[in-house]
C-alpha cells in the first residue's frame, strides 16, 4: 500500500479509502459479518483509511464499523465520519451545521463508533442558514478538546470552501483539510471549480462514487437499462440521469478492453485514473462482499501507465467552459502553453 499526504497536513493515509456506507444498507449492502470481514482484508492490505458518515444507514454503518475495529491497533488507522443529516432525533436542530447539532451529533458518532476521538471530522454538505464563524468555531472546538484531530468538507461549492477557510484564518481556527466530492471517469464536474479550490487551499481530495456506482465495473454492459434489483435499478432515479449515457457506455468498453490488456479489472483501471492526478489523496471504495474488498484495494499499490490514463482522459473529454477557455487563450500567447487550471501551476514573470 502506497500511502499520501491529507493535503498540506502532516497526516499520512492510504491512498486508498475503504467507504462504508454498504455497512448495514438493506438494499445493496452487507451485514455487520461481512462488515468485519471487508475491514479486515483492508486493514491487513496496509490500509489505513476509513470513511463513513452518521447517515448511512440511520447510524448503523457507524455501529457496525465500531464493531469491525475491535481487534484492531486504533493508533494506526485514520477514521473519518460526517455530520449534517438528522439521525434519529426528530428536533427542528437536529440537522445542519448548527454549533447545537455538530457538538450533539459528533458526541452520538463516537457512541457508535466506540472511539475517544475522531480523526477527520466532515460536514456532509453546506447549510444556507448557519454562518460560518459558527459552523468552523464548534469544528474548532471539536479539535481544541481533543475529540477530532482534523475537519473536512464534503459536497461544498468552491467559493463555499474558500469563504469556510476565510473565516478560520481570520479567527485562527481550524480550516478544512479536505474536501470529499463525486469524482469519476464519467462524472468530472469537479474539474472546473471545486478540485483547483481544494489544490489551492492545500486540501486533499476524496472521491465518492469513484466507480459511477458500479457502472464502471461493467457488470452492466450490453444493457439498455438497468436490472431491477441491481445498485443503479435500486437508486435509477438519480444514477441514471447522474451517470447513465450513450457516451458512458462506450467509456466502460473501453476501460474493460484495457483491463484485460494490463491483466486487470475494470475497477481497477477506474480507481487507478483518479490516483493519477497528484491532486488526489484517495478515491473511497466501496465493497459489498469480500471479494470486492480484495480486488479494489489492489490500487493502493499499482499505477495506470500515464499513456492509457490520458487516453482515458480524452475519450469524455470535459469542457471546462469559461473563464477557463479565456484563461487559456489569453495567457497562451504570453507565457506559452502552461496550463492554468490551479494557481500553483501560474508562474508569473
Known amino acids: 500500500m502506497k500511502y499520501r499526504y491529507l493535503g498540506s497536513s502532516g497526516l499520512l493515509v492510504s491512498r486508498v479509502c475503504l467507504g462504508t ?50 481487534g484492531h491497533n486504533r493508533d494506526e488507522l485514520v477514521i473519518a ?24 451529533a459528533c458526541e452520538a458518532s463516537l457512541r457508535r463508533l466506540k472511539l475517544d476521538f475522531i480523526d477527520l471530522y466532515q460536514v456532509h454538505g453546506p447549510d444556507p442558514f448557519t454562518p460560518w464563524e459558527e459552523t468552523m468555531r464548534a469544528l474548532d472546538d471539536l479539535v481544541r478538546t481533543g475529540k477530532v484531530r482534523y475537519v473536512g468538507c464534503s459536497n461544498l461549492y468552491g467559493w463555499q470552501i474558500t469563504k469556510a477557510n476565510g473565516v478560520s484564518e481570520r479567527m485562527n481556527l481550524e480550516r478544512f483539510v479536505s474536501g470529499q466530492y463525486l469524482y469519476n471517469l464519467i462524472r468530472r464536474d469537479v474539474e472546473k471549480e471545486i478540485l483547483p479550490a481544494c489544490d489551492n487551499e492545500g486540501m486533499g481530495f476524496l472521491c465518492w462514487s469513484p466507480l459511477a456506482s458500479g457502472l464502471l465495473t461493467g457488470k452492466y454492459r450490453g444493457k439498455d437499462q438497468p436490472e431491477e434489483g441491481s445498485r443503479i435499478g435500486i437508486r435509477k432515479d438519480i444514477d441514471v440521469p447522474r451517470f447513465w449515457n450513450d457516451a458512458s457506455l462506450k467509456l466502460v468498453e473501453r476501460v474493460v478492453e484495457i483491463g484485460e490488456k494490463l491483466g486487470k479489472t475494470p475497477p481497477q483501471i477506474a480507481l487507478a485514473w483518479l490516483l493519477g492526478d497528484r491532486r488526489v489523496t484517495a478515491p473511497i471504495i466501496g465493497a459489498r462482499t469480500e471479494q470486492q474488498a480484495r480486488d479494489n484495494v489492489v490500487v493502493g499499490d499499482w499505477d495506470l501507465p500515464e499513456e492509457l490514463r490520458t487516453e482515458l482522459t480524452e475519450m469524455l473529454r470535459f469542457d471546462l467552459g469559461y473563464p477557463k477557455e479565456w484563461m487559456s487563450l489569453t495567457f497562451k500567447g504570453a507565457f506559452g502553453d502552461e496550463e492554468f487550471d490551479s494557481p500553483r501551476k501560474v508562474r508569473l514573470p
Do not use: Q
Open 21 to 70: 456506507m454498504t455497512y448495514g444498507n438493506e438494499d445493496w449492502g452487507c451485514d455487520g459479518k461481512t462488515a468485519k470481514k471487508i475491514t479486515d482484508i483492508f486493514i491487513e492490505a496496509g490500509g489505513t483509511f476509513i470513511d463513513t458518515a452518521d447517515m448511512y444507514s440511520e447510524g448503523r454503518s457507524e455501529e457496525m464499523l465500531g464493531a469491525a475495529l475491535e
Open 81 to 104: 465520519t460526517k455530520c449534517w443529516f438528522p439521525v434519529g432525533a426528530k428536533g427542528p436542530n437536529a440537522k445542519r451545521l448548527s454549533r447545537k447539532h455538530i457538538l450533539e
